[in-house]
């Protein structure tokens, strides 16, 4: 039972355009979501999270969109470069069980000169 | 050392044997984790410590698996009787404490089970 899921295992965009990376979830005890990097060979790296008390936090090109209601969240890399290929995790936790990360399968972001 | 430190970063073995993964945190923190990451898959929770203790191991497949970070930093993930389907990326991971969401993962053992 896929509890996160990223449907589309890769992505490409041309450099300087937007990225967008979409992650559904079903379990609604989940409040709080996080997005991680991971380049070949490395560990994943915290990339940008929000909480689901929001519906939308910013980090410089990174922004992330929370739809509680459709159980939804999305990526948005403005603009994209090179340097941003890389697979990119969707992770839920829910209160109480913080320490728990679920994660999704991935996708795959190819950001082409 | 800066980052999360795993080893080995690659360990074949035959099924069977047993195997140790060993694990050094990030100084000062206190919440350690262990993650499974099989092919095409994102990271299967496995478990947390908080100090010395095991807080949930409720993602331990079986019995053939056990963790231990007796002195509250080095944790080791033994795994006895390896199958083939054992062979994953094992990803380590720490944190300042066991409320904060955002780990510090390791680059991972991969183990290979023939």
């Known amino acids: 039972d896929q509890q996160v899921k990223q449907n589309s295992p890769s992505l490409s965009v041309q450099e300087g355009r937007i990225s967008i990376l979409n992650c559904d979830y079903t379990?609604?005890?989940?409040?709080?979501f996080l997005w991680y990097k991971k380049y070949p060979a490395e560990g994943p790296t915290f990339l940008i999270s929000?909480?689901?008390?929001?519906d939308k936090n910013e980090d410089g090109r990174f922004t992330v969109f929370l739809n509680k209601s459709a159980k939804h969240l999305s990526l948005h890399i403005v603009p994209s470069q090179p340097g941003d290929s890389a697979v990119y995790f969707c992770?839920?936790?829910?209160?109480?069980?913080?320490?728990?990360?679920?994660f999704g399968t991935g996708t795959r972001l190819q950001v082409t000169l | 050392g800066a980052g999360v430190s795993q080893t080995p970063s690659n360990k074949v073995t035959e099924k069977g044997k047993y195997v140790e993964l060993r694990c050094d945190p990030i100084?000062?923190?206190?919440?350690l984790y262990w993650y499974r990451q099989s092919l095409g898959q994102g990271p299967e929770f496995l478990i947390y410590?908080?100090?010395?203790?095991?807080?949930?191991d409720s993602g331990l497949p079986n019995d053939r698996f056990f963790a231990v970070r007796p002195e509250g930093s080095v944790s080791t993930l033994k795994i006895q009787r390896t199958e083939r389907g054992d062979s994953a990326v094992y990803l380590c991971?720490?944190?300042f404490g066991g409320g904060s969401r955002e780990l510090f993962f390791g680059e991972g053992s991969r183990l290979t089970v023939l």
């Open positions: 379990n609604s005890m989940f409040d709080y």
């Open positions: 991971a720490s944190s």
């Open positions: 100084s000062g923190h206190t919440a």
């Open positions: 992770a839920a936790s829910a209160q109480g069980t913080a320490s728990k990360l679920t």
């Open positions: 929000i909480s689901s008390i929001k």
């Open positions: 410590f908080q100090g010395t203790g095991a807080a949930d």
